[in-house]
Each structure stands twice: as C-alpha cells, then as structure tokens.
C-alpha cells in the first residue's frame, strides 16, 4: 500500500464524524460517490454527514441513501472529504470555509486544494477511483452503495460511450452488478427518462442552436427556464443532445444563471481540441473533451467572450485557420 493509501485509511478510521460533500449542481458521479462513500464510512460505525449545497436532484431521489442528504452541514467534524470536486470554489458553500483533509477525484485539473490528495485523472468517475480503493479501506461495497457507484460510473462515461471508457470500468461495472445493482433502471433514470418541464426546456435551448467557426452552441435563458417550469438551474443534459450533432469541432452551452453569471459548458468532438485549457482561462476546469466554468457578466457579453476564446483554442491546438 502507497503512503498515501496508509494515511487515508488511517484518517478514515480514526474518524468519528465525517463531512462528505461534492460540487455544486450534482451530476450522477457526484451524487453516486457521495452516497457509495457515505454509506461505507457509515457502516464502518462512523456518525457521517452527507451535504449537497444544492440539494439532491429530484432524477437522483430513487438512490439509497439519498434521504441523508442535507444542504447544509452542522457541528463540527474530525474529517471533511470531498468527492468528485475539483477546487475549493465548485465545492460551494458546503465546507463552509475549511480546508477537506481528503480530497478524492478524477478531474486532471483538480488543484490538490485538501491536505490529502487522491486524484486519478485516468478513472472514468470518481466512482470508479472509489471502488478501485474502498475494498483496502476496509470498506464492503453493498447492494445500496452499488447502485450510487454504478450511477456514477454510467453518468460520466454517458451510458458508457466516452472514448476513455475502459475494460476496468466495464469490470467494475460488470462487478456491481454482480452486487445486485440493477443497471437498466439506474440506466434508465439517469440517462434517458426526463420531466415534462426538462423537455420543454430542451426545446427552448435547441430552438436557439448556433453553428460557425468549428463551434454549436445553444443558450438557455432565465425565461426559458421559467417558462418551462424546468427547477434545476444547469442545461438538463441538454449538452448531452447538442454535442451528438455532427459537423463541429466543440460544442457550447450556455445556462444563464440568476446570480449575474452564465454557466458555460464544452465538449470537445476533435480529439486535437483540450476543452479545459479554454475552461481554465475563465476560472473552470474539467476534461480534455468535457469541461465547464461559471463566468461572471451578462448572457451576451459573456458569449462573446468564451465563441472568441474557443475560436482560439480551436485553431490553436489544431492549425485550423
Ligand atoms: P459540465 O459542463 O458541468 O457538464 O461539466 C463538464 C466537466 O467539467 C465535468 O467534469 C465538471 O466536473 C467540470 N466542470 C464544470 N464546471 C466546472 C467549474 N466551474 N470548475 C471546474 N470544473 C468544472
Ligand atoms: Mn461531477
Ligand atoms: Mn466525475
């Protein structure tokens, strides 16, 4: 066992009350690693609180555990981890002000922001850095942590279909099943059923669909959220849809947020194209081919400004004029 392996395991142990949290606006690795971590930690006969800032999405409620989840943390704590999170600002309010003694992630642009850091970057999901690990933290993978551990690893290889899918997490998913998970329903709720309201919302985003320069991008305004009826204050998935269209270098979304910022979102079709190195201009970070920042101004200007800075990119990592 590494070093680092040692000190986790040992300050896991030690442990009596644990903060788990994760990024704001949760997405299925989040909300999956919190819950397979949670679940673990507590039945190793740990007191554990699990917080979203944001709140548990409603498409997530069919998860065990998910009814621990709170959007705020109270009293103290003897361990603060956070899960699929790349930096201390996308953490939110959560930690309120303290530094995680465990930082456990994927993200290549992760900054190392807790005292102890475990990111792998070549895992899938923080999903599948958990299950190559918690067996030698001393951790069973049960049925229910199962479920939250599948969902992470089917949400951030989109249904298995992203091209740093490997045969280890086809294994581990293969294993989970074999836990008793139930893969098409975990499937099905994450990746394919959506709300009425989400729909609409969709309609309104692809109803705005623009294409030059190598690029698609869609916008979400405030009003289309409100129109719609959609609750959720990120794109739905729509990125999901918009970058299976073909004939572009990335893909764009915008989500105008209510706070004065826009959430932006890439996805990169060109393999040449590293989106995170645009992400990480504007504050974000994320994935060679996924990647995501929140930029402070309004819905045009904004625009404006990441179309210019991907035009640059594009033509910078790839020699297309
Ligand atoms: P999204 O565009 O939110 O679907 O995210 C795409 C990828 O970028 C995911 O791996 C996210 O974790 C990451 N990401 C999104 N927003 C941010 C941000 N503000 N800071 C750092 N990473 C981000
Ligand atoms: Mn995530
Ligand atoms: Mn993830």
């Known amino acids: 066992m590494s070093a680092l392996q040692t000190q986790i395991r040992k300050r896991l ?46 498409s ?20 603060v981890v956070t899960v699929d999170c790349s930096d201390l600002k996308r953490a939110g309010p959560a930690l309120g ?49 199962a479920a939250g551990l599948l969902t992470g690893l089917i949400t951030d290889t989109l249904g298995f279909r992203t091209p740093n899918t490997t045969p280890e997490c086809l294994r581990q998913a293969a294993d989970l099943l074999e836990t008793g998970a139930e893969m ?7 990746m394919i059923r959506r709300t ?11 109803s705005s669909l623009q294409k030059a320069d190598g690029i698609i991008w869609a916008t979400l305004t405030l009003e289309a959220r409100r129109d719609s009826g959609y609750g959720g204050n990120d794109d739905a998935d729509l990125i999901n849809i918009v970058s299976a269209i073909e004939g572009s270098d990335v893909t764009l979304m915008f989500v105008e947020q209510k706070n004065g910022s826009v959430k932006v979102s890439w996805r990169a ?5 590293d989106v995170s190195q645009v992400a990480l201009q504007f504050g974000g970070g994320g994935h ?8 402070d101004g309004g819905l045009a200007e904004v625009q404006e400004r990441i179309l210019d800075a991907t035009r640059r ?3 910078g990592q790839t020699g297309i004029p």
Do not use: C
């Open 60 to 79: 997530f409620k069919h998860l065990p555990g998910s009814d621990l989840i709170r959007e705020k943390s109270e009293g103290d704590f003897d361990l």
């Open 196 to 206: 009425f309201p989400a729909a609409r919302y969709w309609g309104a985003g692809l």
């Open 269 to 273: 079709s060109n393999p040449q194209v």
């Open 313 to 315: 990119v594009i033509k």
């Open 97 to 145: 002000g303290r530094k995680p003694d465990l930082v456990i992630d994927h993200h290549a642009t992760n900054e190392a922001f807790g005292n102890l850091n475990l990111i792998e970057p070549e895992a899938v999901a923080t999903a599948s850095a958990l299950m190559r690990h918690m067996p030698a933290w001393g951790m069973v993978i049960t049925p229910q942590m």
């Open 184 to 190: 098409h329903d975990l499937y099905y709720r994450s």
């Open 13 to 58: 142990h030690e442990a009596r009350r644990v903060l788990v949290t994760s990024h704001v606006r949760p997405d299925g690795d989040a909300i999956g690693s919190l819950l397979a971590l949670g679940l673990g930690l507590a039945n190793l006969g740990k007191e554990v609180q699990l917080v979203l800032s944001d709140g548990l999405p409603a």
């Open 288 to 295: 060679k081919a996924a990647a995501g920042a929140e930029v």
